[in-house]
């Protein structure tokens, strides 16, 4: 079974517009933690924002927001007046267990802002 | 701030050759990752280091293997290079203890022919 499910291969926001991108998970572990990674066409993956199993809160970074439903077992990113620069792939990743465990991705959203 | 630092950024090989990425780490990591980036596919996990001991394998053929020096600096060594092996290689590294981030590095563009 998949562990991390992102069910919007693409992805389309109007410059300055919201837009939440999708990720559901599936585990067994109580101690996980969550990451999204945006990955410009360049090729690096850039580190956005963590949600640990624990954390009461809701994760924010700036213009970036996780909004993350622990029964539902999904970890929406929400990214805020959507900006050019931030076309590119987005996935989301999992790690289960403690910190030492590798990242587990989910299949990516390409996310397109148009002007 | 130091980054991962991984070279070459670009290799082209040929089918059957060999191919070692390297991967240096940011300063006082303790875990170094390896991960395969297919076209239009998603990372995937490799092998893990801790402390110069490996701690996790993935999905690693028997082709490849991978060590981490006493200078922490990682080494992806690759044999018998197939077409299928073009891919996007990453390393990233983690301090375990007090700390939940993975730093990635830029990556090595390994294409063979």
């Known amino acids: 079974a998949q562990k991390i499910t992102q069910t919007q291969p693409g992805m389309f926001v109007q410059e300055k517009e919201a837009v939440t991108l999708d990720c559901t998970y599936d585990?067994?572990?109580?101690?996980?933690?969550l990451f999204w990674y945006k990955q410009p066409s360049s090729g690096e993956m850039i580190f956005l924002i963590y949600?640990?199993?624990?954390?009461?809160q809701n994760a924010t970074e700036g213009r970036y927001s996780l909004n993350f439903q622990k029964a539902r077992k999904s970890a929406n990113l929400v990214i805020s007046a959507s900006q050019l620069g931030d076309s590119a792939m987005y996935f989301c990743?999992?790690?289960?267990?403690?910190?030492?465990?590798?990242?587990?991705f989910g299949k990516g959203t390409k996310l397109s802002v148009k002007p | 701030a130091a980054g991962v630092i991984q070279s070459p950024r670009h290799l082209i090989k040929e089918k059957r050759e060999t191919a070692t990425l390297k991967c240096y780490p940011i300063?006082?990591?303790?875990?170094v990752y390896w991960y395969q980036q297919g076209p239009g596919q998603d990372p995937q996990f490799l092998i893990s280091?801790?402390?110069?001991?490996?701690?996790d394998k993935g999905s690693i053929p028997d082709r490849f293997s991978a060590q981490q020096f006493s200078d922490y600096h990682s080494e992806l060594n690759m044999s018998s290079l197939e077409l299928g092996d073009s891919a996007l290689y990453f390393c990233?590294?983690?301090?375990?203890?007090?700390?939940?981030?993975?730093?990635f590095g830029s990556g090595t563009r390994l294409t063979v022919v």
């Open positions: 990743a999992m790690r289960e267990g403690g910190s030492q465990g590798n990242l587990i």
């Open positions: 990233a590294s983690s301090l375990t203890v007090g700390a939940y981030g993975y730093t």
């Open positions: 585990t067994s572990d109580p101690s996980y933690g």
């Open positions: 949600q640990g199993s624990y954390d009461q």
């Open positions: 300063p006082r990591h303790d875990t």
């Open positions: 280091f801790y402390e110069k001991m490996q701690s």
